[in-house]
């Protein structure tokens, strides 16, 4: 029966990636450094915004959402302001912002914030061109189907790569389920990579989203199949970049060099997951965020390296790529450079105090988590190798084991 399965999931990307192959990948229009939000009143003029939601979290939205909305204020341009999105985004949290943006008459979005609020406004930007759908009925693969409002995206985190993904990623509200929506149409058209949006990230946040941006990078370069010549070359860099810059990033904040370097890297990763996808790492990642609210980017820290460990011999030729390419070995076989790169990445996370492993899982959620991952993996998700329950469970324990 495994077997069976297996040969559909392989037979369903075999046959995905050709279909893939024929769609539009728009990519968002990036502007980076220091003040490029500046450019956002330009840009909705350009789009005949004249009244735009902006959407985001509460810090953020205390923070540093004032200095984009000076902006507008300057420009002359209305605004809807919306800071209440929590992290892991619901349900109702999208209804909520679909009816403020409808009720107060806004022709925009701009969306501020880590992956939550781009997540949240992404998902409410698609039920406003789809006011009869709801966001249950658009989870899943090309599923919104309809152009969305103008939509300008501002990180501030240098991880999620939510400002250049097809992907919005929610939390039934109910069910705590957490599932994703992916379409072409909830490309943002426009990514706004202003270091000095993620100057006063604390260390905790830094380290955990660069580490979401790295496994982003390194899950889309361990696919086998969906890659492009592109997606595998944005790949590399934004792991070389990552490995180069987030600690920097991570030791001294006000490093704008290092900050806007991150910011692109996760741009670039971000490009390469959207079109060769994510793996198991992000497949159990998401059940955590789901079950007990754990951090997207510290679930993908920890998760990464035990991951990529039991995939064994199926990604050691490309780990032991990626060990070339950052320096992290050169000489040696194949597995010896694999090896040495999962390595890095355990001391790297050692070095930012990141944890090894959790041990707040409880026992009886297992077989959910279980459920949840291999719905989100497979068939979807092109990984190297295809987990089932048995490999699943080991790949959990070894998260319990290891805290
Ligand atoms: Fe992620």
Redesign the pocket.
């Given at each position: 029966m495994a077997f069976v399965k297996n040969i559909y999931y392989r037979s369903f990307q075999a046959v995905f990636n050709v279909g893939a192959r024929c769609l539009y990948w728009r990519r968002p229009i990036p502007f980076s450094g220091v003040g490029s939000v500046q450019k956002i009143p330009e840009l909705l003029k350009k789009e005949k915004v004249q009244k735009v939601m902006v959407v985001t979290g509460p810090t953020v939205g205390r923070k540093l959402a004032p200095k984009i909305l000076t902006e507008l204020d300057k420009a002359g341009i209305a605004y809807t302001l919306f800071a209440e999105v929590e992290a892991n985004p619901s349900v109702n949290t999208v209804n909520r912002i679909q009816k403020l943006y409808l009720d107060t008459g806004c022709q925009g979005f701009i969306a501020i914030g880590g992956g939550s609020p781009m997540d949240a406004a992404k998902a409410a930007a698609a039920r406003v061109v789809r006011p009869n759908t709801p966001v249950g009925k658009m989870a899943g693969l090309l599923r919104v189907g309809k152009k969305i409002p103008p939509y300008i995206a501002v990180p501030t985190t240098a991880g999620?790569g939510s400002e250049t993904t097809i992907a919005a990623v929610i939390t039934d509200t109910e069910t705590h389920h957490k599932y994703a929506l992916m379409d072409l149409h909830l490309v943002p058209k426009y990514a706004i990579l202003d270091p000095e949006m993620t100057r006063e990230l604390p260390q905790k946040i830094t380290s955990t989203t660069g580490m979401?941006a790295l496994?982003?990078a390194v899950e889309a370069y361990v696919c086998w199949t969906y890659n492009t010549a592109e997606s595998i070359r944005l790949a590399e860099e934004a792991v070389c970049e990552i490995f180069r810059y987030l600690e920097r990033a991570y030791n001294d904040g006000n490093d704008m060099e290092a900050r806007t370097q991150m910011l692109i890297a996760s741009f670039k990763a971000g490009f390469a997951f959207t079109r060769a996808g994510?793996g198991n790492v992000?497949a159990i990642a998401h059940t955590l965020g789901g079950l007990y609210n754990t951090p997207?980017g510290l679930a993908?820290a920890v998760i990464l390296p035990i991951v990529l460990e039991d995939y064994g011999e199926a990604v050691h030729e490309k780990l032991a790529h990626l060990a070339e390419l950052t320096g992290v070995r050169f000489n040696g076989t194949d597995a010896e450079k694999a090896r040495a790169f999962i390595d890095e990445i355990r001391a790297m996370n050692k070095r930012m105090n990141i944890p090894t492993g959790f041990d707040f899982i409880k026992e009886e959620d297992i077989p959910q988590m279980i459920r949840w991952a291999l719905a989100e993996a497979n068939p979807v998700y092109p990984v190297p190798v295809l987990y089932d329950k048995k490999r699943c469970e080991k790949v959990i324990r070894r998260i319990i084991a290891e805290a």
């Open positions: 999620t979401d496994t982003h994510v992000h997207h993908n």
